[in-house]
């Protein structure tokens, strides 16, 4: 939508405000003296609408939230109807509808074993309990020796201070480094990693030999095993074999080790099944669920652990076993209340199904980059896919950071409509579930233009 000089420019006027008073996250503020800044006044399906009316295919989801499109209907009247009985109460001593209802309903979804279902507001604070929670079981158990964490190399579990030292994304951690517990570094399962003619599958099983290894140099001091299972999302949407958790269920049981599955990125159907997790089989110890728990709607994060993490807690009052963790909004009505739309969504048709149709078109659609001379691969977990630009595909050789090739590509989406978020050099899709077969098209049209542009001068 053009405007001539003399009308007003509503998305320069909100940005102009903006400006005035906003700390935007993960953002260098200093980049909007030249890069401009999005206002977004609606949306609406896969869609984003800014306050001059130019539209933008939400191609990330709003940094992964966003399930069913923007204001859904059926969640935003069951938000609608929760507003007008309960807004809030307090979970302590008191319980309501929403949070029992949709307690029951994540036990029946995820695995075999999560029984017991603990509320927290977002991703990292979910992080935040599990890693509690599982230095406080051994505690109670009488092993105060376990309090070290292992996680994988190039993993991201988020910002908190406690999920931020169990990731080993540099950028992010680098900083607060003298603020953080140690934890252990396990290498990586990544399928880019592995040798020529290893298979992704053998690959994940060496790796996991070599997690062991790192146990049993520290058997007793360990609690918990970490990991986003399938994609390391935050990590350049690193990908790797379900073998790698068939293994790591079986080694953290030899070691009497916690399994903590992250699957706040990658959980509600993401990788083609609605739990990665069911991909290898395996149940883990903690489940952490969050963004897309709610749509997209409200913050909203849980932690799903066994009957015997809950049975090591319960006990009477003056043994001070209880878990004392908390935050005020924790199991909010009208989050719940989105929340269980949101699986009611899941329940009225066959999503994953669907999806699967979805991400075949998303892949065909990229084919023309097989042979790019810097796209070194491109790869794909359900509704997840990443094309890696490199300097030159046959070496691998990266291009320096400092390059900034990722943001040629956000711009120029941008000018196209379509929302782009590059992890550095890593272009990738994470669309609503509500995305056509048009949309894809324009998403992978777009995506191709802007890799041909980011790459021109190698």
């Known amino acids: ?9 509503p998305n320069a006027e909100m940005v102009a405000r903006d400006l005035d008073c906003v700390w935007h996250p993960c953002t260098q503020m200093k980049d909007h003296e030249w890069l401009p800044m999005v206002p977004i006044r609606r949306g609406a399906g896969a869609w984003l609408e800014d306050f001059n009316g130019r ?3 939400d191609a990330i989801s709003s940094w992964w939230v966003n399930l069913f499109g923007h204001a859904n209907p059926v969640i935003g009247n069951a938000v609608r109807r929760q507003l007008e009985t309960l807004e809030h109460v307090m979970l302590a001593g008191f319980t309501h509808e929403p949070v029992v209802e949709l307690s029951e309903r994540l036990v029946a979804a995820t695995p075999a074993g999560l029984d017991r279902v603990f509320y927290a507001d977002n991703g990292s604070s979910a992080v935040e309990v599990a890693l509690k929670m599982s230095f406080h079981y ?3 158990q009488g092993e105060p020796g376990r309090q070290r964490f292992v996680a994988l190399e190039n993993s991201y579990h988020g910002e908190t201070l406690g999920a931020l030292a169990v990731g080993d994304v540099g950028l992010y951690k680098d900083t607060y480094r003298p603020l953080l517990m140690e934890c252990l570094l396990a290498p990586s399962p990544d399928a880019y990693l592995r040798e020529a003619g290893e298979s992704p599958a053998d690959f994940a099983r060496r790796r996991a030999a070599e997690l062991e290894a790192l146990l049993e140099r520290h058997a007793g001091e360990v609690c918990a095993v970490i990991v986003e299972p399938l994609v390391q999302c935050a990590g350049h949407m690193r990908m790797y074999d379900p073998a790698y958790l068939v293994e790591l269920r079986a080694i953290c049981d030899r070691h009497r080790v916690h399994l903590i599955a992250d699957e706040i990125a990658v959980g509600f159907g993401r990788t083609g099944t609605m739990f990665a997790c069911e991909q290898a089989g395996i149940s883990p110890d903690f489940m952490c669920l969050s963004k897309g728990l709610t749509g997209g709607f409200l913050p909203l994060s849980a932690v799903l652990t066994s009957e015997d993490v809950y049975a090591a807690f319960y006990d009477d009052y003056t043994t001070l076993r209880a878990f004392l963790h908390s935050h005020s909004y924790t199991g909010n009505p009208l989050a719940c209340a989105a929340a269980l739309a949101t699986l009611d969504l899941f329940a009225a048709s066959d999503v994953l199904e669907k999806n699967r149709a979805r991400a075949a078109a998303l892949r065909a659609g990229v084919a023309a980059l097989e ?7 491109i790869r794909q977990a359900g509704m997840i896919l990443a094309m890696e630009m490199v300097r030159d595909a046959r070496t691998r050789e990266p291009y320096p950071w400092q390059e900034r090739r990722g943001l040629k590509v956000y711009q120029h989406a ?4 379509v929302l782009l978020r590059p992890l550095a050099h890593v272009v990738y899709f994470m669309p609503p579930y509500v995305i056509d077969e048009e949309e894809i098209a324009l998403l992978t049209r777009t995506a191709i233009e802007g890799i041909d542009v980011a790459t ?3």
């Not at 939508?1 to 420019?9: I, P, T």
């Open 414 to 417: 941008l000018e196209k409509g």
């Open 55 to 57: 539209r933008y295919l």
């Open 371 to 377: 042979d790019h001379p810097h796209v070194a691969e």
């Open 1 to 9: 939508m053009d405007l001539s000089m003399n009308e007003r420019n």
């Open 138 to 140: 051994w505690l109670n």
């Open 456 to 458: 021109r001068e190698a």
